[in-house]
């Protein structure tokens, strides 16, 4: 079974600095990919970002990207030049075998002016 | 751009009323599905559907049914509504395989009095 894991319930970040959002993921399956949402208070999900488990390449879209490490099963998201816009409820997906996407319970990012 | 509708994005219903929740998708996706979203809980999957009149239970289909008469809309259906059915409810597409990229309506909040 897959599982997703996001220690961090909450967490905040001065404005125009960089954050890391950690997410764990477990699966036996060689072929996974790896997804993360935003969810602000309107309570949309917005697809940010996607990582295949056989890119070689970290993904990369704007101020996002993915730090990927297979070794230790960790696909953290990071944000840089923090905007106040940023502040959101930030989820990590999962995809595996052929299973619908399994979500992790999200961390909420605040940034401070 | 993929456009997911939700027919309502607040709805009040009372104890053992029949309730609809309609999705509706613009982009001829083949896969839908219904999440129900709880704070600390994350996003769990209700039920999902890959083709017309065809449907899968998710990880939490009890109380629940649903329903693809044609591509584009899905629709979730509770029976006989309890107030443990409030929630926020989330409908998402796909486009061809359901390990996709899944792409969101704005959510309908339903409380259940």
């Known amino acids: 079974a897959q599982k997703i894991t996001q220690t961090q319930p909450g967490m905040f970040v001065q404005e125009k600095e960089a954050v890391t959002l950690d997410c764990t993921y477990d699966?036996?399956?060689?072929?996974?990919?790896l997804f993360w949402y935003k969810q602000p208070s309107s309570g949309e999900m917005i697809f940010l970002i996607y990582?295949?488990?056989?890119?070689?390449q970290n993904a990369t879209e704007g101020r996002y990207s993915l730090n990927f490490q297979k070794a230790r099963k960790s696909a953290n998201l990071v944000i840089s030049a923090s905007q106040l816009g940023d502040s959101a409820m930030y989820f990590c997906a999962m995809s595996a075998g052929n299973t619908p996407l399994v979500f992790g319970k999200g961390t909420r990012l605040s940034v401070i002016a | 751009d993929v456009k997911v509708t939700q027919s309502s994005r607040y709805l009040v219903k009372r104890t053992g009323e029949k309730v609809f929740l309609e999705c509706v998708q613009d982009m001829d996706h083949e896969n839908m599905f219904w999440y129900r979203q709880d704070p600390g809980l994350g996003l769990r999957l209700i039920y999902f559907?890959?083709?017309?009149?065809?449907?899968e239970k998710g990880d939490i289909p009890e109380g629940y049914s649903v329903s693809r008469e044609k591509k584009e809309r899905f629709s979730l259906i509770l029976e006989s509504a309890s107030t443990n059915q409030t929630s926020m409810y989330l409908c998402?597409?796909?486009?061809?395989?359901?390990?996709?990229?899944?792409?969101f309506g704005p959510g309908t909040r339903l409380t259940v009095l």
């Open positions: 699966t036996s399956d060689p072929s996974y990919g």
């Open positions: 998402a597409s796909t486009r061809d395989s359901i390990t996709d990229t899944q792409y």
């Open positions: 559907s890959y083709d017309v009149k065809m449907k």
């Open positions: 990582q295949g488990s056989y890119d070689q």
